[in-house]
């Protein structure tokens, strides 16, 4: 309203708008609004700057090309295709619903279970036909009882450990409970989608399970869940909004308790059969073009944040990067997104898209190397082999210019701490999509650069294993024989490029 001001004064136009406030007043928005019935007041979606990189033309192309070639491999009807997701619940109301009180009173109380509330994981899983998998709870807790489950949705898993997050081990129970609900086999194959967490795809274990059931897993780019997850643009909300109100009632109800974890499947089960509709199911699915497969769902104003922040220096932020994973330890996360800064000396092969995932669990790369799609293994090792060899060759030409003195001529800008790191933040973005950035790349660049202990921080950072027989310790000390692996390398150096 303060614009609406600002526009009258400058073309010089009478108005009875505030002269103290510089504002108009609410009845003139209000008239405003109802002669412009185009125009409505929304309450706009935060989005971190990592999502608005991540969420970009080039990574979607990528995403929409890899479903397309899945459908046309495997035909999967709409019952056969899922997404699932892990949201989390606090026995304390994150919020509470709006109350009429009497004019003038500014501050209305209302009584809450607990500051803090006790943490619970629910995993959700649907279909684009509106079949929901039973939930499955994951309460932080190492004594169950069957207490815990008292009239939860029927069907549902009770589980707990020691931080009430997702990790490999319960990813795994939950995969064989989703087996079981869908009957999925080599003859009966559904496709399943969800985000790259290392929770969901660090473990060799879940993808075999997965690829002996017939359960086709295909990975959310990084950073796109906000739009790119059907759970999460139609499902949670309504069911957060659903689990509120049942804490309101409950509390209520009896009045001096407090909501404990025997309560919580009880509340979910009031909310969750409120929620599960097929309507808020298939409209997921809609509504992120995955189906019916629609690669151009998203209009160009919904790249704009991307790019926006293209040019922007990603910040340091692996720490949070984790999901506040408190179980997981030093995994390698799938779903992070690597960092291409595209300062000089980046490789020529390389793509100048800053917003490039650099690591091995990208949705083509977790099909690539467990076998979940079938590629012409001849080209794609040739063409991985060509781009690693270009690496290690590029690398050994310019090792000058990575000693700590030179990062600190190169990158003046960064802070001290990580002068050193965006170097390697400049190698990673060497590689391409097409290529499984693994044991080779981190090897060469540890002996070139004599840095083991940069090179296991970026091998956390861009989701790739340290090479096998090499001991972490030693490793990140720069005690670690790397002379064979480095032999390896330059037995596939070529010449310079160009």
């Not at 103290?20 to 009845?27: F, I, P, R």
């Not at 995969?175 to 969800?194: A, C, D, G, P, Y």
């Not at 980046?346 to 799609?373: C, G, I, K, L």
Request: net charge neutral; aromatic share 8%.
């Amino acid at each position: 309203m303060q614009l609406a001001y600002e526009f009258a004064e400058r073309k010089g136009l009478q108005h009875p708008f505030n002269q103290e406030k510089k504002s108009a007043g609410k009845d003139w928005l209000r008239l405003f609004l109802r002669r412009h019935p185009g125009i409505a007041i929304r309450q706009p979606e935060p989005t971190s700057v990592d999502g608005a990189r991540g969420f970009n033309t080039d990574s979607m192309g990528r995403f929409f090309t890899l479903l397309e070639k899945l459908m046309n491999e495997y035909h999967p009807p709409a019952t056969a295709k899922y997404n699932m997701d892990e949201t989390g619940l606090s026995s304390a109301q994150s919020r509470s619903s709006k109350v009429l009180g009497r004019a003038g009173t500014h501050q209305i109380g209302i009584i809450s279970s607990a500051d803090r509330g006790l943490h619970t994981t629910v995993v959700c899983c649907a279909s684009a036909a509106g079949h929901y998998v039973p939930p499955y709870f994951l309460f932080k807790r190492t004594r169950m009882t069957p207490l815990l489950g008292n009239d939860a949705p029927p069907g549902s898993v009770i589980k707990g450990n020691d931080c009430g997050w997702m990790t490999q081990e319960k990813f795994l129970e939950w995969l064989q409970h989703f087996i079981n609900t869908v009957r999925s086999s080599m003859e009966n194959k559904v496709l399943l989608i969800l985000d790259g967490h290392s929770s969901h795809t660090g473990s060799l274990s879940a993808i075999d399970l997965a690829r002996e059931n017939g359960v086709v897993m295909l990975c959310l780019p990084p950073h796109t869940t906000n739009k790119l997850q059907p759970l999460d643009v139609s499902f949670f909300r309504p069911l957060k909004t659903h689990f509120l109100q049942a804490q309101e009632t409950w509390l209520r109800n009896n009045p001096g308790r407090k909501i404990s974890a025997f309560q919580i499947a009880h509340l979910v089960n009031s909310a969750y059969s409120k929620a599960e509709s097929i309507s808020n199911a298939v409209s997921g699915f809609e509504k992120t073009g995955i189906f019916p497969c629609n690669r151009h769902v998203f209009a160009d104003e919904d790249f704009a944040p991307s790019t926006l922040v293209s040019n922007t220096p990603a910040a340091d932020e692996d720490a949070d990067r984790d999901q506040c994973n408190p179980c997981s330890s030093q995994q390698p996360s799938t779903s992070r997104q690597g960092s291409s800064s595209g300062r000089t000396g980046q490789h020529p092969s390389a793509a100048t898209n800053s917003s490039r995932p650099q690591h091995t669990a990208d949705s083509a790369h977790v099909f690539a190397e467990h076998d979940h799609v079938e590629l012409d293994s001849d080209t794609d090792t040739e063409n991985a082999d060509e781009l690693r060899a270009k690496t290690v060759n590029y690398v050994c030409e310019h090792v000058h210019e990575y000693d700590d003195m030179q990062a600190d001529a190169l990158n003046p800008d960064m802070p001290a701490g990580v002068r050193f790191t965006s170097i390697m933040d400049r190698i990673s973005a060497m590689a391409t999509p097409t290529t499984l950035v693994g044991e080779l790349e981190i090897s060469c660049t540890a002996h070139v650069l004599q840095r083991p202990n940069f090179c296991l921080l970026w091998a956390h950072w861009s989701g790739v294993r340290v090479p096998d027989g090499v001991c972490r310790s030693k490793y990140r000390h720069g005690q670690g024989d790397l002379s064979p692996v480095w032999g390896q390398c330059r037995s596939l150096r070529l010449p310079s490029p160009g």
